[in-house]
């Protein structure tokens, strides 16, 4: 079964509107979850490290005011999308990691901003 | 930037062939690890393998890994219609902060 569960699995906005997208950690609790964003036929790129109970870390080059990241249960961690923009449309993925060192994903969630 | 590059970008091959892929990394790993990626899914992790291992088994894929070069490959042998999905292969680095660069990744499609 999964081991996390992402939602919504895709997402059609209006540009300027925010989209809220949840990660959970369904068999463990989990302190840390990771962001990442993938474009077309391109890699993964991590975005954000979402930390339970204080202020998400972010990669250079990504913004804080327009990601912003919450994880205010060991299970539950989201990102919310502000003000969105045709540039936003990718595929985002959260991951949780596991002993010893490897991740579990999420199924992933597709944004459209029209 | 990448840590991982992956070489082919993409490969064709039919059913009960061999494939191949491999990873170049350019700094000091704790581990190097492989994951697939069916199209417009989540990854799922395959196999990894520690900086002080060479090779991995895990039923049909086998990894090796040489630290001396920076690289790995990552071998799925009689492939099946079913394998036909990405591979990334990604890198656990000190320098990185002990997160994990994922690499390019390659596509790879089985002809049944």
């Known amino acids: 079964g999964a081991v996390v569960s992402q939602h919504p699995s895709w997402v059609i906005c209006k540009s300027g509107t925010s989209v809220k997208i949840e990660c959970r950690s369904l068999?463990?609790?989990?302190?840390?979850m990771f962001w990442y964003r993938q474009f077309p036929k391109q890699s993964l790129m991590l975005m954000a490290t979402?930390?339970?109970?204080?202020?998400?870390?972010?990669e250079q080059g990504v913004e804080k005011d327009k990601f912003l990241i919450n994880h205010a249960s060991l299970t539950l961690s989201t990102l919310t999308v502000t003000s969105a923009h045709p540039e936003d449309s990718s595929f985002y993925i959260c991951?949780?990691?596991?002993?010893?060192?490897?991740?579990?994903f999420g199924e992933g969630s597709r944004l459209t901003v029209l | 930037s990448q840590q991982g590059e992956e070489d082919p970008q993409a490969l064709s091959i039919q059913e009960g062939e061999n494939a191949t892929m491999n990873c170049s990394y350019k700094?000091?790993?704790?581990?190097l690890q492989w994951y697939r990626q069916n199209s417009g899914r989540g990854l799922v992790h395959l196999i990894l393998?520690?900086?002080?291992?060479r090779e991995k088994h895990s039923g049909r894929l086998r990894v090796t890994l040489d630290t001396s070069k920076k690289s790995s490959s990552l071998l799925i042998t009689a492939s099946r219609a079913a394998d036909t999905a990405s591979y990334f292969c990604?890198?656990?680095?000190?320098?990185?902060?002990?997160?994990?660069?994922f690499g390019g990744g390659t596509r790879v499609l089985v002809k049944p």
């Open positions: 991951s949780v990691p596991s002993l010893p060192g490897e991740l579990f």
């Open positions: 068999d463990f609790q989990a302190t840390t």
């Open positions: 990604a890198t656990d680095a000190r320098a990185a902060g002990n997160k994990l660069t």
């Open positions: 700094t000091s790993i704790n581990n």
């Open positions: 393998i520690r900086s002080n291992e």
């Open positions: 979402s930390n339970e109970g204080s202020k998400a870390t972010y």
